[in-house]
């Protein structure tokens, strides 16, 4: 396995700054061309990454039929607090139709009337208030989502949790099955089922 | 200086007024995204430190690897220097104490002061040879570590002293992620085991802890063998060295958070005997040992102030104390012990703020005092000598930010200024554009500086018998990086290097000198991920450095290699419970420069090339809650040496051949 190398020992050049550049700018890269470039990156920004799941859950949850004013009234995603999505959400849901119920993001304040909403994410800057709106919620058909801490065992339903640089979930089902949501099982195999303390 | 002071200057008026968005999503990309299953956007990575706030990898304006704790328990490695080990570009060498990290073509055989490692952000270079110390000697247990993220390049721009070539950080596991006990034994040849216990647990009432601690002890082989103690000028035990590979651990880490706060704090007691006999010492005398003491506490504070900035501020106490013993030749006295003693404290404040949703703005200032750095030898007749005693504040101030010049251009900039004790200030600008006109292709054009004041050691050493060592060295480095995703599961990555290095403070003919050299490198890297839990990484590198202007008579101690390939492949064999990886790293032959005292010069010689292959067989919870893996090093048992110091008489210090280790861990 040895590889002797042909160069004397101390014979360094003492030349100033010459030559090199040619090997380097010799390197055109010729790897692997055609279709392979297609599919999406595998680094996101976290946030982008917590967007795509909100989007998701609209999609792997079962609401009553009583929170919907009609067949066709929207799925209200709720944002409550210092929103760190930015435009992604919006961007994600537009002209989005999931089970005939069109997606609309709000923006809200904790004071809000939150229980017009199907998907509530409470961020981070609000967990003082978090007990205090989880109460007010309580028994309402109303998806709480965070990503502070122990979000879920204050009675939060998801959590979004990074593991590894990796956006993972906690769900507390007990509390979703309390407000009569049905979350689907495809979602709770990739979670880590947590309960209320 | 005045130039820098423009490019600065330049890079600063941009940062502040160039105008537009971070915009981290294009239509392309939305739609690719909501496309994702649910199984992959929790596969999904995103990575912290290159711009010290968070970024995916594909923006942060370097190169960046990630090595999480998965692949450091499916590849069986040791330490943070196996971790490293397997990383493009990186190259690991031990002289049988401590382990040196050779990067972007450059080996001086200094103590990896050129390179700054963190742990959890805080720095953890110490402050008498600003080693970065990565074997056995790293503060943290590696079972204890979430990931490593290593970013490539001069860092000095937010990191000021040491980031020259790059910057290490590693990430600890969290109380929440240990959820629980952990229990840990491994035993291995040459009589080495260690046993960690680890507890951690989130609170309900928002305090989460973790502790840790661990204790290894090696035995090492029993005899090693030097040719060069075994002439007809010089006979010691025929050149065995005989029981002298003894090392021995004991390290506790642990970590409080509540609310904003977060407390964490390590504490490492090494003990090594030297079976290489370092100038001066007697051959195969166990006196020949270095005991290290490494310890910090630091209070991280980090609260969002809605709307308005978020705040990170840092205090912190370090300590740093190592004892070098000394067998001299029959003489009275016949025993020295030289011990060196660092203590410092320092805080940090950054603040980081986005505009308009989109932009990411940073400026930080740090401060910090070296109020102890201390040098005193001891003899066995009980004198002491005179210490040599020091100490310097110094600060940093630094502003950075990152703008969408368009949806698929980025601009990324920065500068910092340095006051480091009484050494000429420094000015680290940087400046990046990331280009991704496909959304799996990115484009990168970096420019980017760092500087390295003189350490204690070098300063003390320097000023006998010449003057001593006054100027930082600094790097200037031009890089081009192309990063393209083939497919779902593949990236690949092709990089090139130049790096202009003036006053590097490099140790020959008994002191220390400044020498100018340039480097210049080229880096192909191929990663790939697949769901059912098959991995693999690939990397070729090619590396020269040339010293610029080298004085007649003057030897430029280079060890780095030319040559570096790296191959790593992980695969399940049970799903999700039995995995089998195999690791092959190629490193080209190597200067070695080693002292003959009869001429006190340094002499060249080349130690060959080599390649190891490490194989390690991990399973988990075929017992529940129960980890079991077996390694085997140098599979193929090849027998190589890496290139020995200016302190030893010998030209290469052989490495171990084959050698397993298994391992268990269970979870309560």
Not at chain 2, 364 to 390: A, V
Not at chain 2, 405 to 410: E, I, N
């Given at each position: 396995m040895n590889c002797p190398d042909t160069k004397p020992t101390v014979a360094h050049k003492a030349d100033g700054?010459?030559?090199?550049i040619q090997w380097l700018l010799v390197c055109v890269w010729l790897l692997l061309a055609g279709n392979g470039w297609a599919a999406e990156n595998p680094a996101l920004a976290e946030y982008q990454v917590k967007a795509a799941y909100l989007y998701n859950f609209t999609k792997f949850t079962d609401w009553p039929?009583?929170?919907?004013?009609?067949?066709?009234?929207p799925i209200v995603i709720g944002i409550v607090g210092d929103d760190p999505f930015g435009k992604t959400l919006d961007d994600l849901v537009k002209d989005e139709i999931v089970r005939g119920h069109p997606l609309v993001v709000k923006r809200l304040d904790?004071?809000?009337?939150?229980?017009?909403?199907?998907v509530l994410f409470i961020c981070r800057n609000e967990k003082d208030q978090l007990p205090a709106l989880l109460q007010k919620l309580k028994g309402t058909p109303v998806l709480t989502v965070g990503d502070a801490g122990d979000f879920a065992e204050m009675g939060g339903m998801v959590n979004f949790v990074l593991v590894q640089e990796k956006v993972k979930l906690e769900i507390n089902q007990a509390a979703a099955e309390e407000a009569s949501l049905q979350i689907s099982a495809k979602l709770l195999r990739l979670a880590r089922i947590v309960k209320t303390n | 200086m005045k130039q820098k002071l423009k490019i600065g200057i330049a890079g600063l008026s941009l940062v502040l007024f160039s105008g537009l968005a971070w915009a981290t999503v294009n239509a392309e990309s939305l739609s690719a995204l909501k496309n994702m299953s649910l199984e992959d956007l929790g596969e999904v990575n995103v990575v912290v430190a290159a711009s010290k706030y968070e970024q995916k990898t594909t923006q942060a304006p370097s190169s960046v690897s990630i090595v999480t704790q998965e692949e450091i328990k499916l590849y069986g490695y040791r330490t943070l220097a196996d971790v490293l080990a397997s990383l493009q570009g990186f190259n690991v060498s031990s002289d049988r104490n401590i382990s040196y990290l050779g990067v972007r073509g450059v080996s001086?055989?200094?103590?990896?002061?050129?390179v700054l490692l963190l742990i959890d952000g805080h720095r953890?270079?110490?402050?008498?040879?600003d080693s970065a110390e990565i074997g056995?000697?790293?503060?943290?247990?590696?079972?204890?570590?979430d990931r490593v993220e290593v970013i490539r390049g001069p860092?000095?721009?937010?990191?000021?002293?040491?980031a020259f070539f790059g910057v290490i950080n590693v990430i600890t596991r969290k109380a929440q992620q240990v959820n629980g006990a952990e229990a840990s034994g491994q035993y291995g040849d040459f009589g080495a085991y260690k046993f960690r216990v680890t507890g951690g647990k989130s609170f309900t009432n928002g305090i989460s802890l973790l502790l840790s601690g661990t204790y290894f002890d090696s035995a090492g082989p029993d005899q090693i063998y030097f040719k060069k103690f075994n002439t007809s000028s010089l006979n010691v035990n025929n050149g065995v060295a005989q029981n002298m590979d003894g090392e021995s651990y004991g390290s506790f880490f642990g970590s409080v958070g509540y609310k904003d706060f977060a407390l964490e704090g390590g504490y490492i007691r090494r003990d090594k005997v030297d079976?290489?006999?370092?100038?001066p010492d007697t051959f195969n005398?166990?006196?020949a040992r270095t005991v290290e003491d490494r310890s910090y506490v630091d209070l991280k504070i980090k609260h969002e102030f809605p709307e308005i900035v978020d705040l990170t501020a840092r205090l912190y106490y370090d300590r740093y104390d190592i004892k070098n013993g000394y067998p001299v030749?029959?003489?009275?006295?016949?025993f020295y012990q030289e011990v060196q003693l660092g203590e410092w404290w320092g805080a940090e404040l950054q603040l980081n703020k986005k505009l308009w949703e989109k932009h990411m703005i940073s400026v930080g200032m740090e401060y910090r005092d070296d109020f102890k750095q201390s040098d005193q030898l001891f003899d066995s007749n009980n004198n002491y000598y005179p210490p040599t005693l020091r100490s310097r504040q110094s600060y940093g101030v630094f502003a950075e930010g990152d703008f969408a010049l368009r949806d698929d251009l980025h601009f990324n900039g920065g500068v910092r200024y340095d006051q480091y004790g009484d050494f000429d200030p420094s000015l680290s600008p940087r400046l990046g554009l990331i280009y991704n006109?496909?959304?799996?292709s990115t484009f990168k054009a970096l420019y980017g500086t760092a500087f390295r004041a003189p350490n204690f050691q070098e300063i003390i050493n320097s000023s006998?018998?010449?003057?001593s060592i006054q100027t930082p060295e600094t790097i200037n480095s031009y890089e081009l990086v192309y990063e393209q995703g083939i497919g779902q599961h593949l990236r690949s990555s092709i990089s090139g290097f130049y790096d202009r290095m003036d006053d590097l403070i490099v140790f020959e003919h008994g002191s220390y000198n400044n020498f100018n050299a340039d480097s210049l490198g080229m880096e192909l890297a191929l990663e790939g991920t697949w769901p059912q839990g098959v991995r693999t990484r690939a990397s070729y590198t090619l590396q020269r450095t040339e010293p610029q202007?080298?004085?007649?008579?003057?030897?430029?101690?280079n060890s780095a290699p030319e040559h570096i390939v790296k191959l790593n492949l992980g695969v399940p064999v049970?799903?999700?419970?039995l995995f089998a990886s195999l690791e092959f790293q190629y490193t080209s032959s190597r200067h070695t420069f080693y002292a003959d005292i009869y001429q006190n010069t340094l002499q060249g010689r080349d130690t060959p090339g080599f390649a190891i292959v490490n194989f390690t067989l991990f399973s988990k919870n075929?017992?529940?809650n129960l980890e079991v893996s077996a390694s085997i090093y140098n599979l193929l048992d090849e027998s190589y040496a890496d290139p020995s110091s200016r302190?030893?008489?010998?030209a290469k210090i052989p490495q171990d051949g084959r050698s397993f280790r298994v391992k268990a861990t269970y979870r309560f």
């Amino acid at each position: 396995m040895n590889c002797p190398d042909t160069k004397p020992t101390v014979a360094h050049k003492a030349d100033g700054h010459s030559q090199p550049i040619q090997w380097l700018l010799v390197c055109v890269w010729l790897l692997l061309a055609g279709n392979g470039w297609a599919a999406e990156n595998p680094a996101l920004a976290e946030y982008q990454v917590k967007a795509a799941y909100l989007y998701n859950f609209t999609k792997f949850t079962d609401w009553p039929a009583t929170a919907f004013a009609s067949v066709d009234a929207p799925i209200v995603i709720g944002i409550v607090g210092d929103d760190p999505f930015g435009k992604t959400l919006d961007d994600l849901v537009k002209d989005e139709i999931v089970r005939g119920h069109p997606l609309v993001v709000k923006r809200l304040d904790p004071k809000d009337d939150l229980r017009g909403c199907h998907v509530l994410f409470i961020c981070r800057n609000e967990k003082d208030q978090l007990p205090a709106l989880l109460q007010k919620l309580k028994g309402t058909p109303v998806l709480t989502v965070g990503d502070a801490g122990d979000f879920a065992e204050m009675g939060g339903m998801v959590n979004f949790v990074l593991v590894q640089e990796k956006v993972k979930l906690e769900i507390n089902q007990a509390a979703a099955e309390e407000a009569s949501l049905q979350i689907s099982a495809k979602l709770l195999r990739l979670a880590r089922i947590v309960k209320t303390n | 200086m005045k130039q820098k002071l423009k490019i600065g200057i330049a890079g600063l008026s941009l940062v502040l007024f160039s105008g537009l968005a971070w915009a981290t999503v294009n239509a392309e990309s939305l739609s690719a995204l909501k496309n994702m299953s649910l199984e992959d956007l929790g596969e999904v990575n995103v990575v912290v430190a290159a711009s010290k706030y968070e970024q995916k990898t594909t923006q942060a304006p370097s190169s960046v690897s990630i090595v999480t704790q998965e692949e450091i328990k499916l590849y069986g490695y040791r330490t943070l220097a196996d971790v490293l080990a397997s990383l493009q570009g990186f190259n690991v060498s031990s002289d049988r104490n401590i382990s040196y990290l050779g990067v972007r073509g450059v080996s001086l055989g200094d103590f990896n002061s050129r390179v700054l490692l963190l742990i959890d952000g805080h720095r953890i270079n110490n402050d008498l040879t600003d080693s970065a110390e990565i074997g056995n000697e790293f503060l943290l247990d590696v079972d204890l570590i979430d990931r490593v993220e290593v970013i490539r390049g001069p860092g000095s721009v937010l990191y000021g002293n040491n980031a020259f070539f790059g910057v290490i950080n590693v990430i600890t596991r969290k109380a929440q992620q240990v959820n629980g006990a952990e229990a840990s034994g491994q035993y291995g040849d040459f009589g080495a085991y260690k046993f960690r216990v680890t507890g951690g647990k989130s609170f309900t009432n928002g305090i989460s802890l973790l502790l840790s601690g661990t204790y290894f002890d090696s035995a090492g082989p029993d005899q090693i063998y030097f040719k060069k103690f075994n002439t007809s000028s010089l006979n010691v035990n025929n050149g065995v060295a005989q029981n002298m590979d003894g090392e021995s651990y004991g390290s506790f880490f642990g970590s409080v958070g509540y609310k904003d706060f977060a407390l964490e704090g390590g504490y490492i007691r090494r003990d090594k005997v030297d079976p290489t006999a370092p100038i001066p010492d007697t051959f195969n005398d166990p006196r020949a040992r270095t005991v290290e003491d490494r310890s910090y506490v630091d209070l991280k504070i980090k609260h969002e102030f809605p709307e308005i900035v978020d705040l990170t501020a840092r205090l912190y106490y370090d300590r740093y104390d190592i004892k070098n013993g000394y067998p001299v030749p029959p003489s009275d006295p016949d025993f020295y012990q030289e011990v060196q003693l660092g203590e410092w404290w320092g805080a940090e404040l950054q603040l980081n703020k986005k505009l308009w949703e989109k932009h990411m703005i940073s400026v930080g200032m740090e401060y910090r005092d070296d109020f102890k750095q201390s040098d005193q030898l001891f003899d066995s007749n009980n004198n002491y000598y005179p210490p040599t005693l020091r100490s310097r504040q110094s600060y940093g101030v630094f502003a950075e930010g990152d703008f969408a010049l368009r949806d698929d251009l980025h601009f990324n900039g920065g500068v910092r200024y340095d006051q480091y004790g009484d050494f000429d200030p420094s000015l680290s600008p940087r400046l990046g554009l990331i280009y991704n006109p496909f959304k799996k292709s990115t484009f990168k054009a970096l420019y980017g500086t760092a500087f390295r004041a003189p350490n204690f050691q070098e300063i003390i050493n320097s000023s006998y018998p010449g003057p001593s060592i006054q100027t930082p060295e600094t790097i200037n480095s031009y890089e081009l990086v192309y990063e393209q995703g083939i497919g779902q599961h593949l990236r690949s990555s092709i990089s090139g290097f130049y790096d202009r290095m003036d006053d590097l403070i490099v140790f020959e003919h008994g002191s220390y000198n400044n020498f100018n050299a340039d480097s210049l490198g080229m880096e192909l890297a191929l990663e790939g991920t697949w769901p059912q839990g098959v991995r693999t990484r690939a990397s070729y590198t090619l590396q020269r450095t040339e010293p610029q202007n080298l004085p007649s008579g003057e030897i430029f101690p280079n060890s780095a290699p030319e040559h570096i390939v790296k191959l790593n492949l992980g695969v399940p064999v049970v799903k999700e419970n039995l995995f089998a990886s195999l690791e092959f790293q190629y490193t080209s032959s190597r200067h070695t420069f080693y002292a003959d005292i009869y001429q006190n010069t340094l002499q060249g010689r080349d130690t060959p090339g080599f390649a190891i292959v490490n194989f390690t067989l991990f399973s988990k919870n075929i017992v529940k809650n129960l980890e079991v893996s077996a390694s085997i090093y140098n599979l193929l048992d090849e027998s190589y040496a890496d290139p020995s110091s200016r302190f030893h008489l010998q030209a290469k210090i052989p490495q171990d051949g084959r050698s397993f280790r298994v391992k268990a861990t269970y979870r309560f």
